[in-house]
């Protein structure tokens, strides 16, 4: 039986558009094909928010019957579609739409391959792996946050990193990407000084336990030390913040608690002398 689909350039039937749909969305056993996977998403989001399935409401709901017959009928499943377009690349995609309910209705698992049996066999049917398993082949090595300010930190640097580097650039290959974000991350770490550092610290300089001691040379004004490589002259130092009071702009300046923490230990051992 031919496969058929509607052109839209004029409405007629195109076997063509239908044999290359169908051979890029074609599955076999075993193997997951990432575009079906992605139109299925799709498919599954434009279904959850035409019936109201998403919010807290929603979430917090523990009878599966009513999970199961819920339709607020809303009808926002295209606006949502384009919505996620828009905003969402592939791993953000993944990560925020795969849902239990989808996998289970999916039948998604992991497999590998036993030794004992000499054949593949699946792995696990429990959703945190499965889905931490296809990040994995996606090149996501997913970070386990062990503490609760860990998230924080990942936010903060997420959106950083699309607004200094993918928001402000245009990328015309994997390759070049990488390159840039590699010189971006070096920047990042390095260079730029950042807020919850009192804006004078890199994140270096609190990982390699130098803080104190970049903090004592940014306060007596040296530069370089060509010893060890610190260069505070290439430092976007974030001394003063703009803030309005009565519709009046005022500059303050901003003093490190690290930077007052040095100052107090200087000056008392100035008095003790």
Known sequence: MPRLAISEENNSFSPEHADNNAGVLATSGGRLNPYKLGVELYRNIEERWNKGQFGKEWEDCDDQDAKRHWNLRLDLGKQKIFEVRALYNDVTFIDEFLTPDFCRDHKLFSFSWSNRNERYEIETREFKQ??????????????????????????????????????????????????????????????????????????????DGRAAEVLARIEAGAGRDLGDGIELRERCLELFKVTSRGGVPEVWPRRSREVRGVRARRDSAAQRA
């Open 130 to 207: 499965v889905k931490e398993k296809l990040l994995t082949e996606m090149g996501i090595d997913p970070v386990v946050a062990e503490h609760k300010e860990w998230n924080g930190k990942v936010e903060v640097f997420n959106a950083n990193l699309h607004k200094e580097l993918f928001d402000a650039h245009r990328f015309y290959d994997v390759a070049e990407m990488r390159r840039r974000l590699e010189t971006h991350l070096h920047w990042y770490n390095h260079a730029r000084t950042h807020h919850a550092l009192g804006g004078l610290l890199v994140p270096a300089d609190r990982y």
